[in-house]
């Protein structure tokens, strides 16, 4: 049962040759067993998977049509509100929140038959691109435990990478499922601003927030966005990529770069080359004080959601929460315009590229993940705080809300994962799990096959 896909579950399913009871068991026993060099998880709700597990046992013994995701097991940040399961938003003050109704994505993926069998470990409010929650515990990488998994989704990503579910629902406003899916070694997509219903998803950041999934694979990644948006993203069965128009940016995106980031970028785009792609050099000059920008719009949202909760229970918030708090107060609201007159002047060029593309490429993250508890990297002589760094590329895309996804692209030497950033013009998702899945499958199998061999 080990590293099967959702259709080969499914099809499994189908011909009677494992049950959904023995899938969910296996993934929990993974849990139980090795979840403790992790901190992925938050909470395991037994009772909820046994009872959701029987209803697709039932659907199974008489033959009824299979949903979408019937039996898969799934896992939600728990930022994500899940009905009579506790939904801490990786906080102390909400550490017994039980909400009394779903968020609109629980709610799609019960009713395509997702199993979902937990709640996994954060950024407190998501606050943060590490994932080190001093209430639940640091989410540490699977590939080497000492080094971040990214965030703010980064038990989302490690839940994947560690293979204790097939797909995690997380979060987006600055980067925060496409790092951590590159920090891990596996894919996350953060679709079209609003594509995905965010009701019921604590906002940290309402103009900035997106969800989306976390995978193994584009196959899996795909099936996941069909039943969030009841569009088809069947994956082609293309072998190449003629006809595919690439932008390389000739600023902003590939400047500045870890080498061991840089090496896997560039060879990826010569592998993308080789299967037919015709790659263009696009100016992207008018992407500039972009960490600004995100943090103009950011922090006065977030201040205003978290306004009432600042003036009864301060204390129980961690000490890097109230930092935020403080810039919040700090930024005014000439700084907050700007910055979203900013955003429409950037909104606008970035659009304007997909005139003569399909896809920009860019590194997903600049560097490696670091190890737990570091605040800033160095790159070609710069100092930078990890929180600019690590968001310096995806960011942008929050800013404009166009479509981006990270898949793996190599290792360094040291074995850890090199995520590549896909974006496509509004409502081209398909065009992203396209390439994402003929590259795959011409160059990642080595690599998903060292994967699942990581624990």
Same mark, same amino acid.
């Given at each position: 049962?080990?590293?099967?896909?959702?259709?080969?579950?499914?099809?499994?399913?189908?011909?009677?040759?494992?049950?959904?009871?023995?899938i969910?068991?296996f993934?929990?026993?993974?849990?139980?067993?090795?979840?403790?060099?992790?901190?992925?998880f938050i909470?395991v709700?037994?009772?909820?998977?046994?009872?959701?597990t029987?209803?697709?046992e039932?659907k199974l013994? +008489?033959?009824?049509d299979?949903h979408?995701?019937?039996g898969? &097991?799934? %896992?939600?940040k728990?930022?994500?509100?899940?009905?009579g399961?506790?939904?801490?938003?990786g906080s102390?003050l909400e550490?017994?929140y039980?909400?009394?109704e779903?968020? $609109?994505?629980?709610?799609?993926?019960?009713?395509?038959?997702?199993?979902?069998?937990?709640k996994?470990?954060?950024?407190?409010?998501a606050?943060?691109i590490?994932?080190?929650? &001093?209430?639940?515990?640091?989410?540490?990488n699977?590939w080497?435990?000492?080094?971040?998994?990214?965030?703010?989704?980064g038990?989302?990503?490690?839940a994947?990478a *560690?293979?204790?579910? +097939?797909?995690?629902?997380?979060t987006?406003t600055?980067?925060?499922?496409?790092?951590?899916?590159?920090?891990t070694?596996?894919?996350?997509?953060k679709?079209?601003?609003?594509?995905?219903?965010?009701k019921?998803?604590f906002?940290?950041?309402?103009t900035l927030?997106? #969800?989306?999934?976390i995978?193994?694979?584009?196959?899996?990644?795909s099936?996941?966005?069909q039943a969030?948006?009841?569009?088809?993203?069947?994956?082609s $069965?293309r072998e190449n990529l003629?006809g595919? =128009?690439?932008?390389?940016?000739?600023?902003?995106?590939n400047?500045?770069?870890?080498p061991?980031?840089?090496?896997?970028?560039?060879?990826?785009?010569?592998?993308?080359?080789?299967?037919?792609a015709?790659l263009?050099? @696009?100016d992207?000059?008018?992407?500039?004080?972009?960490?600004?920008? #995100?943090?103009n719009?950011?922090?006065?949202?977030?201040g205003?959601?978290?306004?009432e909760?600042?003036?009864?229970? +301060?204390?129980?918030y961690?000490? /890097?929460?109230?930092k935020?708090?403080? =810039?919040?107060?700090? %930024?005014g609201a000439?700084?907050?315009?700007?910055a979203?007159?900013q955003?429409?002047?950037?909104?606008?060029e @970035? %659009?304007?590229?997909?005139?003569?593309?399909?896809v !920009?490429?860019?590194?997903?993250?600049?560097?490696?993940?670091? $190890?737990?508890?570091?605040?800033?990297?160095?790159?070609?002589?710069t100092k930078? #705080?990890?929180?600019?760094?690590?968001?310096?590329? %995806?960011?942008?895309?929050?800013?404009t809300?166009?479509p981006?996804?990270?898949?793996?692209?190599?290792?360094?030497d040291?074995?850890?994962?090199?995520? !590549?950033?896909?974006?496509?013009?509004?409502?081209? $998702?398909?065009?992203?799990l /396209?390439?994402?899945?003929?590259? /795959?499958k *011409?160059?990642?199998? &080595?690599?998903?096959?060292?994967?699942?061999?990581i624990?």
């Open positions: 049962m080990d590293q099967m896909t959702i259709s080969e579950i499914i099809q499994g399913y189908k011909q009677k040759t494992f049950s959904p009871g023995e969910t068991t993934y929990l026993q993974r849990i139980k067993s090795l979840d403790h060099y992790y901190s992925a909470t709700p037994e009772d909820e998977v046994l009872a959701r029987e209803i697709s039932k013994k +008489l033959d009824d299979m979408l995701l019937e898969i &097991p799934v %896992t939600y728990d930022i994500i509100n899940t009905k399961i506790r939904t801490t938003n102390q550490k017994e039980i909400p009394r779903n968020a $609109e994505v629980v709610k799609t993926l019960n009713d395509a038959g997702a199993i979902n069998i937990g996994v470990n954060l950024h407190e409010y606050f943060g590490t994932s080190d929650n &001093p209430f639940y515990g640091s989410v540490k699977p080497n435990t000492k080094r971040i998994a990214g965030g703010s989704s038990g989302s990503a490690a994947v *560690a293979n204790f579910c +097939l797909t995690s629902i997380g987006d600055a980067g925060s499922i496409r790092i951590p899916a590159a920090c070694g596996v894919l996350g997509i679709p079209t601003y609003g594509m995905i219903d965010v019921g998803i906002p940290l950041s309402w927030d997106h #969800a989306g999934p995978a193994q694979n584009a196959e899996d990644l099936i996941v966005m969030l948006t009841k569009k088809s993203y069947q994956v $069965e003629k595919f =128009r690439v932008g390389i940016p000739k600023q902003y995106f400047v500045n770069l870890d061991a980031v840089s090496k896997q970028y560039y060879k990826a785009l010569k592998d993308i080359e080789r299967l037919g015709d263009i050099e @696009v992207v000059s008018f992407i500039q004080d972009v960490l600004n920008t #995100a943090r719009i950011a922090t006065p949202e977030v205003y959601v978290h306004k909760r600042v003036k009864s229970s +301060l204390e129980l961690s000490n /890097e929460a109230k935020v708090f403080e =810039r919040s107060r700090k %930024t000439h700084e907050y315009i700007d979203l007159q955003r429409r002047k950037m909104t606008a @970035v %659009t304007n590229l997909f005139g003569e593309i399909d !920009l490429i860019t590194p997903t993250v600049p560097h490696l993940p670091v $190890e737990i508890g570091t605040k800033y990297v160095e790159l070609k002589g930078e #705080a990890i929180d600019d760094s690590m968001i310096r590329n %995806t960011c942008v895309f929050n800013i809300g166009h981006a996804l990270s898949i793996p692209c190599g290792l360094s040291d074995n850890i994962p090199v995520g !590549l950033q896909l974006i496509g013009n509004y409502y081209e $998702e398909r065009k992203l /396209e390439l994402a899945s003929i590259y /795959e *011409a160059y990642l199998q &080595p690599f998903y096959l060292q994967r699942s061999g624990c």
